[in-house]
């Protein structure tokens, strides 16, 4: 079965550094998801991305988020200066169709100290 | 979006068939339902969706009243592999303007 693949499975960074989560997406599939799982808590969405364009974004994806698919393969999450409050598994996901059968990832654990 | 309740939590021994039910009061002529299940550590998996009445895959079963206004997912003869928490959501997933909103879901432990 096709699946989700995302790199690191886990990272510790330092507050105020730039993480980049990087994603490759089941390859017929056009849409593109990011969403995060703090710890003991439920599954939250943050940005969807169609047509190299991001089509929804939740309130948690401020300006310190942007999403990128830098070419026909890979769609990359960047945090620019972490806090100690983005410690959280942040999953992407793809799908054929809009939010229809959403496949996820393993996810990305990242620990900001 | 519609809202949606679920039970926080089911306990179940193996074997027996697992009935998770979800409210969906304020649910629009265009949503649809969904279920995902999630294990630790992991992110959540797509088990079944449906419009209305019933509807069968090689995991679960997910039945749907007339009014639509709650769905029960089925699972038969689960294992302890199926503990894990079970999602219910409800929105216009077609008309592409409606990303998935995860609730906190319901924990279903089983027990052998």
């Known amino acids: 079965e096709p699946e989700v693949t995302q790199t690191p499975s886990h990272q510790v960074t330092q507050m105020g550094q730039e993480v980049i989560l990087r994603c490759v997406p089941i390859?017929?599939?056009?849409?593109f998801y990011w969403y995060r799982q703090i710890l003991g808590q439920k599954v939250e969405f943050l940005v969807s991305?169609?047509?190299?364009?991001?089509?929804?974004k939740s309130e948690i994806f401020d300006d310190q988020f942007s999403v990128e698919r830098p070419d026909g393969s890979n769609f990359t999450l960047k945090i620019r200066s972490t806090k100690l409050e983005d410690s959280a598994m942040y999953f992407c996901?793809?799908?054929?169709?809009?939010?229809?059968?959403?496949?996820f990832g393993e996810g990305s654990w990242l620990t900001v100290v | 979006l519609a809202k949606t309740t679920q039970p926080i939590s089911m306990d179940s021994y193996e074997g027996q068939e697992v009935n998770i039910t979800c409210s969906h009061n304020?649910?629009?002529?265009?949503?649809?339902i969904t279920w995902y299940q999630q294990f630790p550590s992991q992110g959540p998996r797509f088990i079944i969706q449906?419009?209305?009445t019933k509807v069968t895959n090689e995991v679960a079963s997910l039945f749907i009243p007339a009014d639509r206004k709650s769905s029960t997912l089925s699972l038969p003869r689960v294992s302890l592999s199926d503990t894990a928490v079970y999602y219910c959501?409800?929105?216009?997933?077609?008309?592409?303007?409606?990303?998935?909103?995860f609730g906190k879901g319901t924990r279903l432990s089983v027990i052998a």
């Open positions: 959501l409800v929105g216009d997933y077609y008309s592409g303007n409606t990303p998935l909103v």
């Open positions: 449906g419009y209305k």
């Open positions: 304020n649910i629009a002529t265009n949503d649809y």
């Open positions: 996901a793809s799908s054929e169709r809009a939010s229809v059968s959403i496949y």
């Open positions: 390859s017929n599939h056009l849409y």
């Open positions: 991305f169609y047509n190299n364009e991001i089509s929804e």
